[in-house]
């Protein structure tokens, strides 16, 4: 954690959302842990530890507030080599990577040795692969024991927990209470309800109008308030609905029941669609030292990269955006959902097909798509890109080395720079990528070459994107 035990005392004091996740306090004579921006009494500076995780919290020994809410806390960007490592990790077992596998299975996936990966996250979070993954499932457990109205066999499942008897004993021994003594007054209806918080601002209208216009028909659907789409992971099948929330710092989601076995990794790809680990206040302090950007950050306060629910899915728009408009890239997107996705019911009308799978698109034909309309050059680009994401030889998720990942995919015919970065952008999560040789980016950027002017918006070069795109209408 890099940051002072004197300003971890002031953030704590002012209460102040800039730091709210990116570090935990607690209190020596209550033995309780919070976040930042905690509305219980403040302690005295002697009282007070700090840590850079909750994980690290538990570890010594602290609880987690029940006014706050840690588990609700924002995650953060990562910039270097070392924090991404960590957050792919973080990301791999918030979707439960250690539920039933091994560290070294992990870091095998992230490409590094598991006692690399200890060491790092050690570092950085102050406890262990295996520490962190159980503080996780301790946290989504107390989340769904509030919010929702699911039994608690389910929530224990539903968590990453083997056996009840296991959740039951490790929740006492850890909390000193019991799972049932946490109940909320969720409705029991097929809706389950919860929340992801974040730091504001958060440009909300600007996200779904930049989703609304490359929304899929049939798999995705955004109005003025909402977005919606369905959801296919592993063998369950539903839907999601995404909105503003009335507190205006979190947004308030809703799934069907359906998919209660595997919210844990809905809630990690949502946290990745809308970008909800930003920090805006450093990105917008950023890029505010160029006075061209300044009067765009001013005017958009907390604009966001929206990222990948289903990295394929998003990496295939990405491929049929080539050389063509948005609304074009978007009708062929549509038909390729009608053609190889598969259906599914819904209570919404626009809601009625699951995305098409990387493994359903590297077994089509190239006649099959060029049927559609898509070129032969793309279509075989696709059809590559399939291919080698169901072999594991591209993932279609966050990645750790993203130079290493561009130049892998650049190396395939048909994929370019722009393709490259944007997949960067969007499904390999680097706040860094940037598709220099887009037409929007170069007219907006003038007479000045636009790469000596990016090089000082570094690492925040796909803000400043999102910002100039802004600055040429567009969405």
């Known amino acids: 954690m890099n940051i002072s035990g004197d300003i971890c ?6 209460r102040d959302r800039r730091f709210d996740g990116r570090f935990f306090s607690a209190v020596a004579t209550t033995g309780i842990y919070c976040r930042p921006i905690c509305p219980a009494r403040g302690a005295r500076r002697e009282n007070l530890r700090f840590f850079p995780s909750a994980a690290a919290a538990e570890r010594a020994g602290f609880r987690p507030c ?18 991404r490592l960590v957050a792919a990790a973080v990301a791999g077992i918030e979707e439960h990577a250690l539920s039933g596998a091994r560290v070294d299975d992990l870091a095998a996936s992230l490409g590094v040795s598991d006692r690399h990966l200890r060491r ?18 301790l946290l989504l457990a107390k989340r769904l024991l509030d919010e929702t109205p699911l039994q608690q066999t389910q929530i224990a499942f539903a968590s990453g927990f083997a056996s009840v008897r296991r959740f039951n004993a490790l929740f006492k021994a850890r909390y000193g209470l019991c799972p049932r003594t946490l109940r909320g007054r969720a409705a029991e209806r097929e809706i389950l309800c919860c929340r992801l918080e974040f730091r504001p601002p958060l440009a909300w209208g600007n996200l779904l109008a930049y989703l609304g216009a490359r929304a899929i028909a049939g798999v995705e659907a955004v109005d003025a308030t909402h977005y919606r789409r369905t959801v296919a992971i592993g063998p369950y099948r539903g839907w999601v609905a995404v909105s503003l929330g009335a507190q205006r710092n979190a947004l308030c989601i809703e799934l069907s029941r359906s998919l209660s076995p595997v919210i844990a990794a809905v809630l990690a790809r949502l946290k990745d669609l809308f970008d909800l680990g930003a920090v805006p206040d450093a990105v917008g302090a950023h890029l505010s030292r160029d006075p061209a950007l300044a009067p765009l950050v001013r005017r958009l306060p907390g604009l966001r990269v929206p990222g990948a629910f289903d990295g394929f899915e998003t990496a295939a728009r990405i491929v049929l955006g080539q050389q063509v408009s948005v609304r074009a890239a978007s009708t062929l997107a549509a038909r390729l959902a009608q053609a190889c996705g598969e259906p599914i019911a819904t209570p919404y009308a626009s809601l009625r097909l699951l995305t098409p799978t990387a493994a359903r698109i590297a077994a089509a034909s190239t006649a099959r798509l060029t049927a559609l309309g898509i070129v032969e050059a793309r279509a075989r680009a696709l059809i590559l890109l399939a291919q080698q ?5 591209i993932r279609a998720a966050f990645v750790v080395d993203v130079d290493r990942a561009v130049a892998d995919l650049q190396s395939l015919r048909g994929f370019g720079p722009w393709t490259a970065q944007m997949i960067a952008m969007r ?16 007219r907006a950027a003038g007479a000045r070459p636009l790469h000596t002017r990016a090089a000082a918006w570094r690492p925040w070069r796909a803000y400043a994107a999102h910002y100039l795109w802004q600055s040429q209408g567009v969405s």
């Open 427 to 442: 499904v390999w999560r680097s706040p860094d990528a940037f598709p220099s040789g887009d037409l929007a980016l170069r």
């Open 120 to 137: 790092v996250m050690a570092a950085e979070l102050g406890v262990s692969p295996i520490e962190l993954a159980q503080t996780q499932r």
């Open 389 to 393: 994401i169901a072999l594991g030889k």
């Open 9 to 14: 005392f002031r953030a704590v004091r002012a």
């Open 66 to 83: 029940l006014r706050c809410r840690p588990e609700r806390a924002p995650g953060i960007a990562p910039v270097d080599a070392v924090s």
